[in-house]
């Protein structure tokens, strides 16, 4: 329970920020590797839609979509194979910018390796030693960039760091409070944690993002945290995002 932040349970309530007539968005947390539970989660968007269309539907995986779980590879195929026929928009966080940063320094597998990135390395075919030399860091870095299927690639270098929405910014980890939302720099989106979730003040935007683990989504007035460890905890969380209005699937 140590990898959960403490946190108060709030209520889903109507809040500030209000998405144009017409338009939902689904925010999905942190599914790192487990593609059981992003298929439900698309499973029950698709009911949601079923049940009663939207006009235009987003889809917004909010990072981590790698390491730590069983099948990465399979996580990234599937939102590349629904992206084809869903308006879908995939995050960068901070184990995307891991394996990044892999494929151009090997050295950094010491810094990976024990955040998950072996899972991901299994799930892409290879074979690693989990305590590798420094020539197979290398080779393995070879292995992976010649392992990845087509598009792959161009995904990861591809996923934005954050996105706006009228009242809604979305990022992977956060913001630094006082800094203006089109300054923030690229390692605080992915791995800020305690200036932003001790922050108690107004941002400019209400804030979506995971990164940090809490035993239950944080619905907050400035932030919306929606990542519920699904790799420890098997509950990956999905919100609902339409008018006013914030709905957990």
């Not at 539907?57 to 195929?77: A, C, E, F, K």
Request: with cysteine; hydrophobic share 40%.
């Amino acid at each position: 329970m140590s990898f959960f932040r403490k946190s108060v349970p709030a209520p889903v309530v109507a809040r500030q920020p209000r998405l144009p007539a017409g338009l939902r968005v689904y925010a999905i947390g942190d599914v790192h590797g487990r593609l059981d539970l992003l298929d439900e989660a698309f499973g029950k968007i698709d009911r949601t839609e079923l049940e009663r269309p939207s006009e235009r539907n987003l889809t917004i995986l909010l990072g981590d979509m790698i390491d730590r779980g069983p099948d990465s590879q399979g996580v990234v195929s599937h939102i590349l194979t629904r992206s084809k026929r869903r308006w879908m928009l995939a995050m960068r966080g901070n184990h995307e910018q891991y394996l990044l940063d892999f494929l151009d320094d090997p050295d950094i597998l010491e810094e990976w390796g024990p955040l998950g990135a072996f899972n991901t390395l299994l799930s892409y075919g290879l074979k690693p030693n989990r305590a590798p030399t420094p020539e197979q860091r290398r080779q393995l870095s070879q292995d992976l960039r010649a392992a990845l299927p087509p598009g792959h690639l161009d995904f990861y270098q591809n996923l934005p760091i954050s996105f706006s929405c009228h009242g809604y910014f979305f990022a992977h980890a956060g913001i630094r409070p006082g800094v203006a939302l089109d300054q923030q720099s690229p390692e605080d989106l992915l791995w800020i944690r305690d200036e932003f979730l001790g922050h108690r003040g107004p941002f400019e935007r209400v804030v979506v993002h995971g990164h940090t683990p809490v035993v239950v989504p944080e619905l907050l007035p400035h932030r919306i945290n929606l990542d519920t460890g699904a790799y420890a905890t098997g509950r990956l969380t999905c919100a609902l995002l339409e008018g006013d209005d914030v709905v957990l699937l």
